[in-house]
């Protein structure tokens, strides 16, 4: 169903991304980008991607578990890889047989435990190595953007060797903080591992008022339920596909259309406000003045419009770099955009949370 509020895996559920499901099934360079802001859907993308390549391993570990922790530990990361390669199952004595013999690798019964002490450290290397070996296979890590904050060990060499040298392992990496993705990888940065490689990249944008509006109409349809306030719908919540799904959702539980305007509003609230508490955790000095900054954005604004707004609530003067260094970081972390000479929220929504 169009409307169902959890993660799509199959392609009938998932509504106008044909293309983006052509592209990423072809998986074009070792490397793909899915980006896009949160909940346009990549994670239902790449789930249906992945049951359609039947013929390919998969190993998906989700990064967002990290969004409210300041650091990631290498520890961490080898359980998520250690925990999804013992989800596979049976199905997959291969790669264990792979393992095997690997630095750092211990196999009880039918489970993998890697070490992260420093003597017998198991690298991420070796595990692509061993798929490699096992067969076709995709690596997804979604909300790659948490991988900045990892402490310990830089993942670059190991994925600028899978880029160079396995022929079998594909990897995908997701992010909705556009910007925190490309930080990330450093592909422009001509000391890195991975400069000047190409990716394929595939971006998912809002819906535009049409497809929205279609959206609604074949979701509503598809339950049976007459519906006419498309348009309005999409005046109000903006084009993001998880809070029209949400709206659609709610109407088909209260079939009342207020309460579902006000409900999807309160929810996307209420997300929105804690992703950007989560934002401020390490900038927790600055607080009030990205709560300023993002209030004076919510209906677009200027420059000299947001320093004077952040000078005026404290009645200080503020530098130029400090200004800028707060504009970088709500870009890079997809809060906001640039549209000509103006900064506005990312999404309505966002503007419409900020908004006094
Ligand atoms: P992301 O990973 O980008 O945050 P998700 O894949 O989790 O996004 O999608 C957010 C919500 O929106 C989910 O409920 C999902 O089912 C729904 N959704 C996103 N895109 C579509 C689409 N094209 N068709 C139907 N539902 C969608
Ligand atoms: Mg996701």
Redesign the pocket.
Known sequence: M?F?????VDRK?????EKEIEKLKRLETPIVLVL??????????IKIVLNELKDYLSIYVDLRKYEEKNTITYRDFLLDLQNEINRLGKKYNKLIDALKNIKGVKILGNEVKFSWSKEERFSFSSLLDSLEQTGKSVIVL?EAQELVKMRGVNLLPSLAYAFDNLKNVKIII?G?EMGMVYDFLKVEDSSSPLYGRAFSTIE?KPFDKETAIK?LKKGFEELNISFNKEEEVYETIGGI??WL??FGFTYYQTRNYEESVRKTLEYAKKLIYREFENFLKPRYIAKERYYTAMRTISNCASWSEIKRSLEAKEGIEISDSEIYNYLIQLLKHSWIVKEDDKYCPSEPLIGKTFKT
């Open positions: 169009l169902d509020p959890t993660p799509k559920d998932f509504f106008d991304r896009g802001l949160r909940r346009t859907g990549k994670s239902s993308l979604d997701s909705s998912l959206f596909p998880g799904t949400y």
